[in-house]
Structure formats: C-alpha cells, structure tokens
C-alpha cells in the first residue's frame, strides 16, 4: 500500500494537465492496487487532460475504458460523470454520435447524485452542442437552482436562449454571469450580439 501511495501522490502532481510523467506514476499506483476507485478515477482524468491538450483520441478513449472499467464493480456517480465527460470531448473533438453515450452517462449519474449541479449543466451543454437548445434550457435552470453561482451555466443559458432568438432571457442569463464574474468573455460578447 506504501508503494501504491508513493506513486499515486507523485501522479497527482500532473493530473490536471494529464502530463505524461503523471500518467505513469498513476499507472504504478493502479497496478500496485488495481482494487482502488480513487487511483483509478485520477488516472482517467489524468488520461482525459491529456487528451483534451494534445488532441490525442487515443489518450480519451483510454479515458473512456478506464472509467468503464470502475463501473465494473457496480454505479458511482463519479465514474458516471466522468465517462460522460469523456465521451462528450469526444464527440466534440471527433465524432458527433458519441453525445448519445455522454447523455446515457450523464443521466446515470443524475440518478445516484441527484443535488449535484454540474451533471445538469453539462446535460445541457451536451444538446445545446446538439443544436436543441429547448431541451438544454431546464437542464441550465436546474443546475442554476442548485449553485446560482455557476457563471459558465448562466452564460450557456443565455446562449441556449440567444439560439432560440429569445434575446431578453438571454440578456438576462449574461447580465446575471457577468454579474458574478464582471470579466466574463462570453457574457461580454452575448450581450453584445443581443442589445
């Protein structure tokens, strides 16, 4: 467990980068202790910043299979969200169809952690990436009811509305992101585009 550890904290170093080094240091630990759901999920998030910063398919369907592979001992929401995260990179960078899977992901882990907001706001990314901003929009609202906080879900609402040329609710959602976040790019470059 010792050796485990040692490497597991060394990749944790780089995980959010998904640097290479880290990758290796978090394979030592899940292979020392391939038991472990933690090692495992750092791995897969490791592999999936990877993918994200290099453009790599290969690093985010490892991504995928690593997170598959923690559902194998049964549902956590964790694994649930992170392979839907996954599996919409994917689609977003390399195949369109892959939404399906981010969805079916995404609403599994809505059903184990139904409080959790970030799962309804990505939900909602994934059809406003879709082109269905009617069915994004509640998605928005219900992630905003559980942390009104979210400046990229209020501005993903005013997008969502802004595509349906519904600008007052749009100006609306931007006026309130850039409420919390006064430099807020997208919120900027919204309002701008409904005034």
Known sequence: AIYADYHFTKGLSGRETGAPGSIK???????????????RLALGHAYLANGKATGERRM??????????????????EFYYSLGDAQAVYAIAWDR???????TAYEAAAALRPFFPYTFWEMGYVYLEQGQAEEAIPLFERSLELDPMNTDAWN????????LRRPAKARHSYERALALDPESNPAIDGLERVR
């Open 60 to 77: 985010v369907d490892r991504a995928i299979e690593i997170y598959s592979d923690g559902l194998e001992d049964g549902p956590i929401d």
């Open 97 to 103: 169809s892959r939404f399906t899977e981010a969805l």
């Open 25 to 39: 240091e978090l394979e030592t630990a899940l292979g020392a202790s391939p038991g472990s759901r933690v090692y």
């Open 156 to 163: 993903d609402l005013g997008r969502a509305f802004e595509s």
